[in-house]
Nanobody, 115 residues
Framework: QVHVVESGGGLVQPGGSLTLSCTGS????????MSWHRQAPGKERELVAR????????NYADSVKGRFTISRDNAKNTGYLQMTSLKPEDTAVYYC????????WGQGTQVTVSS
């Protein structure tokens, strides 16, 4: 049975940091590219960052370049999104997606940036 679980969200002040985790089970995690997406209230879901299955290549949305870092540890079946210099406009539900032969989504984790 496939499971994709995000964790690490929460409330943080502007300028603060959070690290999100995405753990997969029930499939071969290391075969799948991983991406993080976010959806703010009233807005469409958008791609934030993506990393290939080996971890050797990454790309980012312009809005988060230089502030967010995507990474993965295939031995732990876990991926990460390290977020720094957070802004109120980063407030959203963050979702992890694993893609290869199939696409799997997690349930999302809320990130709120507010003073």
């Amino acid at each position: 049975q496939v499971h994709v679980v995000e964790s690490g969200g929460g409330l943080v002040q502007p300028g603060g940091s959070l690290t999100l985790s995405c753990t997969g089970s029930g499939f071969t995690f290391s075969n799948y590219a991983m991406s993080w997406h976010r959806q703010a209230p009233g807005k469409e879901r958008e791609l934030v960052a993506r990393i290939v299955s080996s971890g050797g290549s990454t790309n980012y949305a312009d809005s988060v370049k230089g502030r967010f870092t995507i990474s993965r540890d295939n031995a732990k079946n876990t991926g990460y999104l390290q977020m720094t210099s957070l802004k109120p406009e980063d407030t959203a539900v963050y979702y992890c997606r694993l893609t290869w032969k199939y696409a799997y989504w997690g349930q999302g984790t809320q990130v709120t940036v507010s003073s």
